[in-house]
């Protein structure tokens, strides 16, 4: 799957949860899900769960741990789609 | 110093009606919201008929944000969330998106169980080893908080935001712990109600307890029979009701409207002793309640003119009459209604829901019939005079409602409302 392919599902994925909508328009693998999109930490356990059903992958807990950004997200992504 | 509480707004989803002019509407003119469950059928129920609302995903979309709706499943909480929500409103309050929350702005909003089927969703993940697929919404759906949480979150309350539980009375024990604080100065405001959730999962145990109804699955509409000598067992219920408690002076000096006045009341328990047991009042109970409430409010039992009672439409509700007719020791018995024959018992929401239909009897001048009681009960017959269980809904002025609700626990609560 091409890098963009995969930050534009990405951005879908995340989109219901963004309390911050500005940080969308500049959606970019340096994108803060915390801290640029607002995205509740609750919240963030469930677009995990999102980016599993899409992608059919299973996210550890230690991968999650470092999923700060949505270049992180990309990089967990590519890595599990490429090992299964 | 006491402050006097006022009711300034209110709130109602009721098995008949949704909204307060719905409502007022369909208990004048004695609308059931009783109906067939297939799924009761279906799961094999003696008692195949319920009360449940009936909220359109339209109406849900006003009050729940896309992202809230994600995985929604509980649906005390939709009921919870439109009641207060309308409530709120309804006072004329706003919704603030401020950084700083109202501290003068409170919620006491009680239910019995909370978000069943989405505890049973979370129980089938968890047991199927997938626990990590719960989300992060089964917490705040399940605990019993989840609905003043929420409440308290969409309104931005910064007073005491809790939630009590006490079976059947829970609604109307709301209203008076909402009524303290206020009356101790602790809050100016105090948003207060219960809801309860429908479903197999909560009606249950009630129908395998053989208490409610089994012979009137082909007619809804009728088996809900409060004080009636055919009264067959209760028919469960479901939905939630909301009133806006005000200090009565912010009241006034924000030129709210008033729906009446809150005089004050009482709660006890009769201990499950002296004839009381986890699912039987204590009758002496009951008569101490109702007379601290009197006390309490300063009225003496011949101001009352209407009795909503708690009269579930079990073979009990004679006993319930024998115990108001021994605590008002009044030659002149009061008139007394169960808004049960219309919305079945709505469990933990039934006291709230059923404090709304007291306050708009005062608010709107009427007493509403009781409906399916064509038979009255010889032993309430021997007890007060039949034109004070009135069948059609009278147009009449009330000055005074007694409020009554009593739960499995063995536990009570009265409220006494008053014309402003």
């Not at chain 2, 992202?67 to 004329?92: C, E």
């Not at chain 2, 064509?374 to 409602?401: F, G, H, Q, Y």
Request: charged letters at 25%.
């Amino acid at each position: 799957m091409k890098e963009k392919e995969i930050l534009d599902s990405l951005k879908k994925i995340v989109s219901p949860y963004v309390q911050r909508k500005e940080g969308l328009e500049n959606f970019n693998e340096k994108t803060d899900f915390i801290k640029d999109l607002e995205v509740n930490s609750a919240n963030l356990v469930d677009v995990i769960l999102d980016v599993e059903d899409e992608f059919d992958i299973e996210i550890d807990n230690d991968s999650m741990s470092g999923m700060l950004t949505v270049g992180d997200a990309k990089n967990i992504i590519e890595r599990k789609l490429a090992s299964a | 110093m006491k402050k006097r509480v006022v009711i300034t707004g209110m709130g109602v989803v009721a098995p008949n009606a949704i909204g307060l002019a719905n409502f007022e509407d369909a208990i004048r003119k004695g609308k059931s919201g009783i109906r067939f469950e297939e799924e009761l059928e279906r799961l094999k129920f003696s008692c195949q008929i319920a009360g449940k609302p009936q909220v359109s995903e339209e109406k849900i979309a006003e009050y729940f944000t896309p992202l809230q709706l994600r995985g929604l499943n509980s649906s005390g909480i939709v009921y919870g969330v439109i009641a207060g929500t309308d409530a709120w409103r309804d006072a004329g309050l706003k919704i603030e998106e401020t950084e700083q929350p109202d501290w003068d702005s409170g919620i006491i909003f009680g239910t019995g169980i909370l978000g069943v089927d989405k505890f049973r969703e979370a129980i089938h993940l968890i047991d199927a080893g997938k626990t990590r697929r719960l989300g992060s919404t089964s917490v705040m759906q399940t605990m019993a908080s989840g609905i003043s949480a929420y409440l308290g979150g969409i309104l931005g309350c910064g007073n005491q935001v809790t939630t009590n539980s006490s079976a059947c009375t829970t609604g109307t024990e709301a209203l008076l712990m909402g009524f303290e604080r206020i009356a101790s100065g602790k809050a100016k405001r105090m948003l207060v109600g219960s809801c309860s959730d429908h479903g197999p999962y909560v009606w249950g145990g009630f129908d395998a307890m053989r208490i409610l109804p089994s012979k009137y699955n082909e007619k809804p509409a009728e088996a809900s029979r409060p004080m009636s000598s055919s009264a067959a067992g209760f028919v469960p219920g479901s939905g939630a009701g909301a009133l806006m408690l005000e200090d009565y002076e912010t009241a006034q000096a924000r030129g709210a409207k008033i729906y009446c006045e809150v005089l004050g009341g009482a709660t006890n328990s009769g201990g499950q002793r002296g004839g009381g047991s986890m699912t039987a009042a204590n009758s002496e109970a009951v008569i101490k309640c109702i007379k601290d409430a009197i006390q309490f409010s300063g009225i003496s039992a011949e101001e009352i003119d209407v009795i909503n009672g708690h009269l579930t439409a079990t073979t009990r509700d004679a006993l319930e009459i024998e115990n108001w007719k021994k605590a008002l020791k009044n030659d002149d018995f009061p008139y007394i209604n169960s808004l049960k024959g219309m919305t079945g018992h709505c469990l933990a929401a039934s006291g709230s829901i059923e404090c709304v239909a007291s306050v708009l009897q005062i608010a709107k001048k009427f007493i509403f019939g009781n409906t399916n009681c064509e038979d009255l009960n010889p032993e309430i017959s021997a007890l007060i005079s039949e034109e004070k269980v009135p069948r059609k809904t009278l147009e009449k002025p009330v000055n005074i409602l007694v409020k009554a609700s009593f739960g499995f626990g063995d536990v009570n609560a009265v409220a006494i409302f008053k014309k402003i």
